[in-house]
């Protein structure tokens, strides 16, 4: 799996946007780029997902270049409860693979 | 429905003694994963299954870990003769594999919080 570089914390007002970078230069073609997130002591929570195509569900929007190599996360307008660390993680989709996480953004909305 | 779950939540033990973590995955979910997580750090991945077969254990520190889930539900980590350095959080994931999609989504469990002391 290609290996991907977050910062390693942001902050974000509370109501604005929070917009979430990460850098997968040496991604595959037939990788998609994941975005998981753990709150707290709880378990990794599956955020979006894509390959090229920018992608988005009630939580969040994923943007992904053109060249694929950054991707970003965006929550539109966060709150208290999106405070949370933020992985970004490239693999092949097709199951049986295991998920590489490293060490993501802590991302701490502030009132 | 019912999610992920571990048990014990909270184990702690006295270095060189054996300890078992259990996960119950959700109902029907293909594939199962183990993953230990330090402090400040992300999940590292420990080993996975599909049904009962073991895929990739590649990330099992040494011989002392082992993981099995014998009939392709429940699975068990054992650790044998704890060492102080196996504290940390265990973490079991699994995914279910939906025909026509390929999107495998994890789900997590709480996680079992080791101290060998």
């Known amino acids: 799996d290609a290996k991907t570089t977050q910062p390693p914390s942001m902050d974000c007002a509370e109501g604005r946007a929070a917009n979430l970078p990460c850098n997968h230069s040496?991604?595959?073609?037939?990788?998609?780029v994941y975005w998981y997130r753990q709150i707290h002591s709880q378990g990794p929570q599956y955020i979006i997902h894509?390959?090229?195509n920018n992608e988005t569900n009630e939580m969040a929007s994923l943007i992904i270049t053109e060249d694929r190599k950054s991707s970003t996360l965006i929550l539109p307008h966060a709150t208290l409860r999106d405070t949370a660390v933020y992985y970004c993680?490239?693999?092949?989709?097709?199951?049986?693979?295991?998920?590489?996480f490293g060490t993501g953004t802590k991302l701490q909305v502030i009132p | 429905g019912a999610g992920v779950s571990q048990s014990p939540r909270y184990k702690v033990t006295k270095r060189g003694q054996d300890v078992a973590l259990r996960c119950d995955p959700i109902?029907?979910?293909?594939?199962l994963y183990w993953y230990r997580q330090a402090l400040g750090q992300g999940p590292e991945f420990l080993t996975y299954?599909?049904?009962?077969?073991?895929?990739?254990k590649s990330g099992l520190p040494n011989d002392r870990f082992s993981a099995e889930r014998p009939e392709g539900s429940i699975s068990t980590l054992t650790i044998q003769r704890t060492e102080q350095r196996d504290s940390a959080m265990y973490r079991c994931?699994?995914?279910?594999?939906?025909?026509?999609?390929?999107?495998?989504?994890?789900?997590f469990g709480p996680g079992t919080r080791l101290t060998v002391t």
């Open positions: 040496t991604i595959s073609g037939n990788e998609y």
């Open positions: 993680i490239v693999r092949v989709s097709g199951g049986y693979q295991k998920v590489t």
């Open positions: 299954f599909n049904y009962e077969a073991q895929q990739d």
């Open positions: 109902s029907g979910h293909v594939s």
């Open positions: 994931a699994s995914s279910l594999v939906p025909s026509g999609r390929n999107t495998y989504e994890q789900y």
């Open positions: 894509g390959l090229k």
